[in-house]
């Protein structure tokens, strides 16, 4: 289950915290579809919940204007399904939905490692938010994809790639990307082999052997690092955490 960021919860906790009746409040979208509910995460919590109640810790987020959930959604559901009567939140302003949003976005990241799914699907939001708030002034394609990168959380290749299966993929594997069947790596792999096919882009493909060196360079550094980490008991990353990073990257290696 997902743990809470201490930063965001150290923000939320100095806004007012009051109790009311989970059937005062609404949901809908754009807020209630911006992350899917994970049916384990769900079950977890429900459980908690039917032993603990709702801990006043993590309060509901509510756009106090509109009286609608922004933040929150898993507890809420979790809520109604153990029949609570009563439920921590806290009303908090906003400018329009687009802020709402944004604000629902950074909450969730903070706190989520972002499937592929999520990745493309943050990627259009932002992307439509910046949008209406640019000013005119044009930016390259490669400076936006830093910002998203920074954004999202991910590495700015990443993307750039994400881009790609969006913008030339096949309604397919569009599809099969955002329901979360097919990884973004392999996807555009796929998507760049029938643009090439097609004439649409030149070159071959290649294997990557030019960048061996740089491979190794960076993999000494990081058996070096993580040599250092597990030297001093694990205390500035943990097992599970590095454990969880190498698994990551096998399922890289592996689609």
């Not at 290749?157 to 599809?175: C, F, L, N, T, Y």
């Not at 190794?216 to 990353?237: D, H």
């Not at 454990?243 to 290696?253: F, Q, S, T, Y």
Request: aromatic share 6%; with cysteine.
């Amino acid at each position: 289950m997902a743990q809470e960021n201490p930063l965001h919860i150290g923000k939320i906790m100095e806004l007012n915290t009051t109790f009311v009746s989970p059937d005062t409040l609404s949901t809908r979208k754009p807020f209630k579809k911006l992350f899917p509910i994970q049916e384990e995460t769900l079950a977890a919590i429900s459980q908690n919940m039917e032993v603990n109640g709702f801990d006043p810790v993590f309060p509901l987020v509510v756009w106090k204007e509109e009286n609608v959930l922004v933040d929150g959604h898993t507890r809420f559901t979790a809520a109604q399904n153990t029949q609570l009567n009563q439920v921590p939140v806290v009303y908090k302003s906003f400018e329009d939905e687009d802020d709402a949003l944004l604000y629902s976005f950074h909450a969730q990241r903070n706190r989520r490692n972002m499937s592929d799914d999520d990745i493309v699907k943050c990627l259009a939001l932002l992307d439509n938010i910046h949008k209406k708030d640019a000013t005119g002034e044009k930016s390259t394609r490669k400076a936006e994809n830093e910002i998203r990168a920074k954004e999202l959380g991910i590495s700015p290749q990443k993307v750039d790639k994400a881009r790609k299966v969006m913008e030339h993929g096949s309604p397919d594997i569009q599809e099969q990307v955002q329901a979360g069947e097919k990884s973004i790596n392999k996807a555009f792999n796929e998507v760049q082999a029938q643009r090439r096919e097609s004439g649409e882009i030149k070159g071959r493909e290649t294997d990557g052997l030019g960048l061996s060196a740089k491979y190794t360079q960076s993999l000494g550094k990081f058996l070096k690092e993580l040599t250092r980490i597990r030297e001093q008991g694990w205390q500035e990353v943990s097992r599970e955490k590095a454990v969880a990073d190498i698994e990551a990257i096998l399922d890289l290696i592996k689609n």
